[in-house]
């Protein structure tokens, strides 16, 4: 994600970092090479004058912006859904580890350095493992190590096994949870109180794969693609004979904003992705990881992520 105060003058039309311009950049480019033929030859095709009127470009720009605008906000609300339901499970981690810390009686506080063989050190430490685990399923990309020292041995060695490793933490979480009341260490309808911040989770992470899983309609998004580039490349015949010279310029504006918009549909539609404009998720999980550890009186707390060449992941 994109961290910046707004340029001011003249630097805002020099920024590329966050910008789309460097995806469009080679159409653009062609675009404007097309105008310019168009205009030095005046619409001229060998001996075949190419007549087009502004009238169907502005019949059909019309209903491109809006279909634009449209497909643009279908993506900003896959990408606001994303950053709601991140912000749901910060929540729900943070109530989770009161929960297991008020509500789980053991003889002494929980605190980190009883290690993983205290049950509320355990489960708030795999909770900081779940939301680890479901970035890592999110971005399709594999566990790392930084889960070892969060799971015991054994978990550590089936997660790997898993298809769905979010969903096999939650599942050791109950199991947990249900010793915890066979031990009676808390009541069952105390119980209750912990297993629904954890379907809170599960569902959130559920939310999650299904807004990965289903994009936006294919045949939807082919049809804007082809409609801006056939009205973009067929521009310049329908300017040169009314503005002449600055075919070019115009035609090369237009083109930046419907390919521009264009782009920013394809960006922002996956938001859990690594692009410059996708969710942090690594900043996110690092600040579950800091509450959940200074929860439990934890020395080796990790530094928030700082801000990168204006991004932050």
Known sequence: MIIRDRPSGFRLFLLLRGSVMPRILPSLIVNTLVATAVTLTHGDLFD???TL???PFTLIGLPIAIFLGFRNNAAYDRFWEGRKLWGELVHRSRSFSRQCQSLISYSEPA??????ADTRVRMIYRAIAFAHALRHH???CNVDTELKSLLLESE??????SSNKPDFLMMRMGLDLQRCIKEGRIEPCLAGQIDASLSSMTAAAASCERIKSTPIPFSYTLLLHRTAYIYCFLLPFGLVDSIGFMTPFVVAIVAYTFF??????DEIEEPFGME????PLDAICRTIEINLRESLADKNIPPPLEVVNYCLT
């Not at 605190?111 to 993983?116: D, E, K, N």
């Not at 550590?156 to 096994?161: A, G, L």
């Not at 521009?260 to 549909?265: E, I, K, M, N, R």
Request: no cysteine; charged share 25%.
């Open 48 to 50: 075949l004058k190419i």
């Open 53 to 55: 009127t502004t009238i």
């Open 111 to 116: 605190v980190a350095s009883l290690g993983l």
């Open 138 to 140: 999110l971005r399709d």
């Open 156 to 161: 550590w060695q089936q997660i790997d096994k």
């Open 260 to 265: 521009g918009l264009d782009a920013l549909g």
């Open 276 to 279: 410059s404009n996708d969710l």
